[in-house]
């Protein structure tokens, strides 16, 4: 066994997760985070109107809108720790937060644990675990040699409970999963398999600080903008933009319409790595956000 020291730390958390009917998913989801919402109705939709960050449900599908946890026999009540099998890629980092969050809320502790299976893989996924326990606070971790990572399991105490990503991600996930990627090896309290989903726009979005009317005078629009472009919309729809530079330029007696140019904006369900391209287009000016008609719900970006 092989300890590290702890890298300093950036706090993320999970704060808005819903949860789909099956056996576990809502005490998971509450345990995740307090106060979850329950799905009834679509789920897309439920999910962009809560800004979901995860969704609990009982069983993992094609579904890619937001993170995903799956709880596979699980027992809260006997609970007395957790611990998140971790190696690289998106869907450890994921486990590690769920990991944390679940611990502070029962009261637990938490670790995180990776696994090679020879000299020549540790110094690489030494690195790669300590990289993700960065994302978490006041979680010890540690890094053993095993022939097989899904011996992990064997080395439990009575009363865990195993964060795992889900397959497809690193080889070390893919060796909890047997043909048809199911679930090979189920801790003492139970297994949560996470998969994690790209961050996107309407998780991150709010009121826009100020848009204009294509109506409005130049001189007036000039007095609201504080950033180098401003959204246009007309009757809630975003129909262009407006730099500040062609403001100043525009003569007495000028509309907003007369000098704005096509609309920018990215979809409600767009990735974060567009939104930041489409900022750059902007000069660092706040994203327009729309919907799937083209009207304006918001903004995100700084």
């Not at 995860?54 to 699980?74: G, K, M, W, Y």
């Not at 486990?95 to 893989?121: F, I, P």
């Not at 996924?125 to 010890?140: G, N």
């Not at 996470?194 to 996107?200: I, K, L, M």
């Amino acid at each position: 066994m092989v300890a590290a020291p702890q890298p300093e730390s950036s706090h993320f958390s999970l704060r808005s997760v819903v949860w789909t009917r099956g056996e576990g998913c809502g005490e998971l989801a509450d345990a995740i985070s307090p106060g979850a919402v329950r799905v009834e109705g679509d789920l897309e939709e439920i999910c962009r109107a809560a800004r979901a960050e995860l969704l609990v449900t009982r069983r993992l599908t094609n579904f890619n809108l937001v993170s995903v946890a799956v709880p596979h026999e699980l027992d809260l009540e006997s609970v007395t720790s957790v611990t998140a099998a971790v190696a690289g890629g998106p869907h450890s980092e994921l486990a590690a937060v769920v990991a944390r969050q679940l611990s502070e809320s029962l009261d637990v502790s938490a670790e995180l644990v990776s696994s090679y299976g020879g000299d020549n893989q540790r110094s690489e996924v030494r690195d790669s675990l300590a990289m993700i326990a960065a994302l978490v606070e006041d979680i010890p971790y540690r890094l053993i040699e095993a022939d097989e990572p899904a011996d992990l399991t064997a080395e439990l105490d009575e009363g865990s409970l195993l964060v795992v990503g889900a397959p497809g991600g690193s080889w070390l996930q893919r060796q909890f999963f047997g043909t048809g990627r199911r679930l090979q090896n189920r801790a003492p309290s139970g297994t949560v398999v996470v998969r994690s989903a790209p961050q996107r726009a309407f998780q991150l979005l709010r009121q826009p600080e100020a848009y204009v009317s294509p109506m409005l005078g130049t001189a007036d629009a000039l007095a609201l903008i504080d950033f180098p472009v401003l959204p246009v919309a007309d009757n809630g729809k975003l129909v262009g933009i407006v730099r500040r530079s062609a403001l100043m330029l525009a003569g007495a007696g000028t509309q907003v319409g007369e000098v704005m140019e096509d609309p920018v904006a990215v979809m409600v369900d767009s990735p974060i790595d567009e939104i930041g391209q489409v900022g750059e287009a902007l000069g660092g000016a706040p994203v327009p956000v729309i919907d799937d008609d083209g009207f304006l719900v918001g903004v995100v970006g700084p």
